[in-house]
């Protein structure tokens, strides 16, 4: 049995589905299966992954587990989530007796400081790798291009993207359907032993103004504009979206260790770490798909960016 938390996730939900096509026996954790359709096959328990004694009984039973830190943006000190989070992950580890994990972790874990969101993710690989006899595999993978998807209410209420990192930086992206591949692999074939670690770095580097023109060319809305600005601005709209201001500063740390370049300097890509999925074809597929049907949620045609030609 192979339990998957955060089952209803970016990744967590790419795995069940690569794990049940495989004929694997899939345990998921998540407190809500809004789609349980989606995971036939799969054993559905639901809760609160908080609760030790709810992720021990999880873990019970299974020879290998995928273990994460959700987002939560909410929090008022994140890196305090994150580690109670973590801590109860680890003891739930430790009772159940599980022996091999393939744990989410990020580029940038091995740094300690500068790094926003990911300092909780730096704590867990730490933590973990504190317990005894466990084998271990810590995905360390680059920004996510499903990321991406939260510019789409801008693009739709005001013809652009914004972001705080310059638009020439080129640096990793990758799709979350290429981490699900390597993990439900490593799930499948849990041969590692002791500490490991894995970077994901997605099909190439490239730059936000880049980006957001494939992204654009894709819902047929070329030249679409990435615009930047200024760390505080984008503070004050996440605060003003109901974001925790502790969330909004490390989202502007995390956004400057790639512009000021600590984060590149703890990678580098090679063939093993480069991975299928390019920004093209996220853009034909994911992005455009959620495009779609934020418009017709917003119930609105394409609206007209300025200077195309009306007919
Ligand atoms: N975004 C990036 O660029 C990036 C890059 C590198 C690493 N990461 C890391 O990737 C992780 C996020 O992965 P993701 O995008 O796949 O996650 P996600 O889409 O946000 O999904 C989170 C999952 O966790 C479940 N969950 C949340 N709180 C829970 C709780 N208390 N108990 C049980 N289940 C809970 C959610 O379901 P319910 O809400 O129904 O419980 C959902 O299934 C984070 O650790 C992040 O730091 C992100």
Known sequence: MILVMGATGNIGSKITTHLLAHG?????????????????????????????GFLTDAMRGCSVAF????????????????????????????ESGIKKIVNLSSVGADLEGGTGPILGLHDQEERL??????????????????NLLAGIPTIISMSRYFGTIP?????????????????AFLLMN????????EHLLGERNICHDEVIRVLGDAINWPNLEYVEVPPAEMKNYFVGAGLSEDWANGYNELSDAFTNGSMKASFQRDKTNTTATSIEEFARTTFQDAYSKALVGANKSRPQPEGEARI
């Not at 638009?167 to 981490?179: K, S």
């Open 24 to 52: 694997q026996k899939v345990r998921c954790v998540a407190r809500h299966f809004p789609n349980k359709e989606a995971f036939r096959g799969a054993e559905l328990l639901q809760g609160d992954a908080n609760n030790v």
């Open 67 to 94: 273990t994460m830190i959700p987002s939560n943006v909410k929090a008022a000190e994140m890196r305090f989530y994150q580690n109670k989070f973590g801590e109860v992950t680890a003891e739930a580890i430790e």
């Open 129 to 146: 790798n504190d317990i005894s006899g466990l084998d271990i595999m810590h995905l360390r993978p680059t920004y996510f291009m499903e």
């Open 167 to 183: 638009g020439d930086l080129e640096m990793p992206m990758i799709a979350t359907r290429d981490i699900a591949a390597r993990a």
């Open 190 to 197: 849990p041969t590692f032993k002791g500490h490991n670690v």
